[in-house]
């Protein structure tokens, strides 16, 4: 990908790490970036073409604490950017661990990109509540009308977890303390506003995370993904609950694929989370990653929920812990009114501020923080599912791409080793009924590293990466790799592309050009590429030789991922195209076909085809002739076993050279011409000087050569064994 520019690295700092957190900002052009001890920002056209930095390192003094504190001064002990939000049109609001002791500040970006602006206030925020105390510890955070809702940690011990709201002109509120109903050693993710009505007094923050199941919740499983939902006008309780919220609710996010026996394989470690936005903002399509949390095997999954399941749920049954066992059980009682998480709001009536709230709608949000229903994926389970692999996913990106055929879903997905499976995801015959297609997985980093944020800009259709080692950009299409031939661009299945008459590129829904052939849904070329010229490609031809009782491969791969190879073998003097007998002989790979011993009966002209969709394409034809291993004495001289004796090493390295040189001479068709041009090869190399002083061949060699033309058949010869066959595997 470097090589053909589809890949830009920023290879980061010798004293930096942990280019984790990302601000697209699309209006001035910029990608933030906070890492460690620093703040970037890259150029979104290219990150390496006129980079900015910010120095933000700890102090001496907070680096020593941390040190004697017991931790890593390398690791540890730096600042580590966790926060990074817009404030206003010209600042941003960002905060770090500062060696264990959060700090935050305002960052002055200027209101225009030609501003050229990009310093750090000299004011600086005790970052308590908004940021990590630990690097390690996951966190996420949303500033929003200058006020910042954050999942962190609270104390340097990391035990005291919350969802606070600080900033602005109300006093800080979060959740309640040490109550393992409400948050049990949670892990957050993400935080998003999500409409609930056209009032905005209706409006709920949603956080993402995962934490440890509750005491009797889920036995068996550690760990559990969750959907939590707030009221973004929550001002606490007026009695109890006060400077806490009182409309928190939380519900499980279950993504797991149905097993025999009604055993389901469940994937809890929620790793990402993406919003896809749609004409109408209260419903987001949500796409979240998930990894296993088992020891037994490695998995991963995508699943897909929408806001109507996620609202079902938060107005159905409150977990509720009762009976003898005390389990967890769906709450019977009497709800008191306003249903507890409902926003105080004139759509609903009556209350103008949480503070308002009757006192049994306090204490019944206080003890029943739970739903009993979990939030089940569209279509019941994964659009996506990755086991036996050696990689993790870990980051997710979405965009929706509009196709000839309607528009489609391409996922960006970042893994644990450093790669990004581009996917897309087709309807067959509704949304609960997908196809997954793996249009290409690419390497991003030069080295093995998680991707730990991911941005994509539809402006610039570019796609950025971060990791532990740097910032990459690449493009979120490359027509160019899926081949030079129509039926090859449509078979890719590809929104980003499509066949213009001449070659696979980029797919524009506004260009009218009557020869454009794409077919995502499909990915059918007998319909789109019949009337187009140079719809099937050429075919390349090439003849190969191997010697009898020596291994031979038979290189062909197709260009898609999805597609099957065919192989089929035409006889000499045949023209009929038999299908070959796979066995321990004659093995089928992914990269081509492995002969292992050679016979006579292998010469012929080997057909590779590409199967996909039903339809075949032709790849490659090779001309196989096998070389008797007799004729191989003969022409090589000097050979172990070939009567020249053993004593001819250097002989027969000369050989051998020659033999391999003339092996993939395409224009070579015939067993006689590859002799006859060794044979010519040995005369010109073995041409001595008679006492005359005219030039001939030697004797020896003639008569040699005269003796193989006068008995090509039925001689009866012993068979001599190539010691190192040629192509062997």
Request: contains cysteine.
């Amino acid at each position: 990908m470097l090589d053909t520019s589809n890949l830009i690295t920023f290879n980061g700092l010798a004293n930096s790490s942990s280019y984790d957190a990302f601000l697209l900002d699309e209006e001035r052009g910029r990608l933030l970036v906070g890492a460690e001890d620093h703040i970037f920002s890259f150029d979104l056209v290219n990150i390496n073409r006129d980079h900015k930095m910010i120095a933000w390192a700890a102090t001496p003094s907070k680096r020593d604490e941390c040190k004697w504190a017991g931790k890593d001064l390398g690791k540890e002990c730096s600042n580590f950017i966790r926060v990074l939000q817009p404030y206003n049109q010209t600042h941003l609001y960002i905060c770090g661990t500062g060696a264990f002791h959060p700090i935050c500040a305002y960052l002055e970006m200027g209101k225009r990109a030609e501003d050229n602006i990009f310093r750090l206030a000299s004011h600086f925020e005790n970052g308590r509540g908004k940021s990590p105390y630990d690097p390690k510890m996951l966190s996420a955070s949303l500033l929003i009308d200058g006020e910042l809702y954050s999942g962190t940690s609270a104390d340097f011990m990391g035990r005291d977890f919350a969802i606070f709201r600080t900033l602005g002109d109300h006093h800080p509120i979060r959740t309640e303390q040490h109550d393992s109903r409400w948050l049990n050693d949670p892990r957050f993710i993400g935080v998003h506003l999500i409409p609930e009505s056209d009032n905005p007094e209706d409006d709920k923050i949603f956080l993402f995370f995962k934490e440890n199941a509750m005491d009797g919740e889920h036995t068996g499983k550690a760990t559990i993904a969750r959907i939590g939902q707030l009221c973004k006008n929550d001002m606490g309780g007026h009695r109890s609950l006060v400077n806490k919220w009182t409309t928190f609710l939380k519900a499980r996010l279950m993504c797991s694929v149905p097993g025999v026996n009604g055993i389901d394989t469940h994937f809890d470690e929620l790793q990402d989370v993406f919003l896809m936005s749609s004409k109408d903002p209260k419903n987001p399509v949500i796409y979240a990653v998930f990894t296993t949390s088992s020891n037994i095997f490695k998995g991963s999954a995508v699943c897909m929920y929408n806001m109507a399941d996620i609202r079902r749920v938060f107005l159905g049954p409150y977990a509720h812990r009762d009976g003898p066992n005390y389990q967890w059980v769906p709450f019977q009682g009497r709800v008191p009114y306003p249903r507890p998480g409902t926003c105080p709001s004139k759509t609903f009536g009556g209350f103008d501020s949480t503070k308002d709230l009757p006192d049994d709608v306090i204490t019944f949000a206080r003890g029943h923080p739970a739903m009993y229903n979990p939030v089940h994926p569209i279509g019941g389970r994964p659009i996506m599912v990755r086991t036996d692999v050696d990689y993790q996913f870990s980051q997710l990106v979405v965009d929706r791409v509009e196709a000839e055929d309607g528009q489609y879903d391409v996922m960006f997905i970042g893994t644990d080793v450093g790669t990004v499976l581009k996917v897309v995801t087709i309807p067959r015959e509704s949304w609960h009924d997908l196809e997954e297609v793996v249009l290409e997985e690419m390497t991003v980093f030069r080295e093995p590293t998680p991707i730990t944020a991911m941005e994509l800009s539809t402006k610039q259709q570019q796609l950025y990466l971060g990791s532990a080692l740097g910032v990459s950009q690449m493009s979120l299409h490359r027509c160019e790799v899926y081949g030079k031939a129509c039926a090859e661009c449509c078979l890719a299945r590809d929104p980003y592309c499509a066949w213009d008459g001449a070659e696979c590129s980029r797919y524009f829904p506004t260009a009218k050009r009557r020869t454009r052939r794409q077919d995502i849904r499909n990915g059918d070329p007998l319909s789109q590429c019949s009337d187009l010229q140079h719809h099937g490609g050429s075919v390349e031809d090439r003849s190969v030789f191997g010697v009898e009782n020596s291994s031979m491969f038979l290189e062909c791969s197709p260009k898609s991922q999805r597609a099957l190879i065919y192989w089929q073998l035409q006889k000499p003097n045949d023209d009929r195209k038999q299908e070959i007998k796979l066995d321990d002989r004659v093995l089928c790979t992914d990269q081509g076909l492995l002969i292992r011993s050679l016979a006579q009966s292998d010469t012929g002209i080997y057909h590779c085809q590409a199967v996909e969709h039903g339809f075949i394409q032709p790849l490659l034809r090779l001309n196989l002739q096998v070389i008797p291993t007799q004729r191989l004495g003969d022409i090589l001289p000097g050979l172990p076993g070939a009567g020249g004796g053993v004593g001819h090493s250097a002989k027969h390295r000369v050989w051998y050279r020659d033999f391999l040189s003339l092996l993939d001479h395409p224009e070579l068709n015939s067993v006689e011409e590859f002799c006859d041009r060794v044979w010519k090869k040995e005369r010109k190399q073995k041409r001595v000087k008679t006492p005359n002083g005219n030039s001939q061949a030697s004797s020896q060699h003639a008569n040699k050569w005269r003796r193989m033309q006068e008995n090509k058949k039925g001689r009866n010869r012993r068979t001599h064994e190539l010691q190192r066959p040629p192509r062997s595997v």
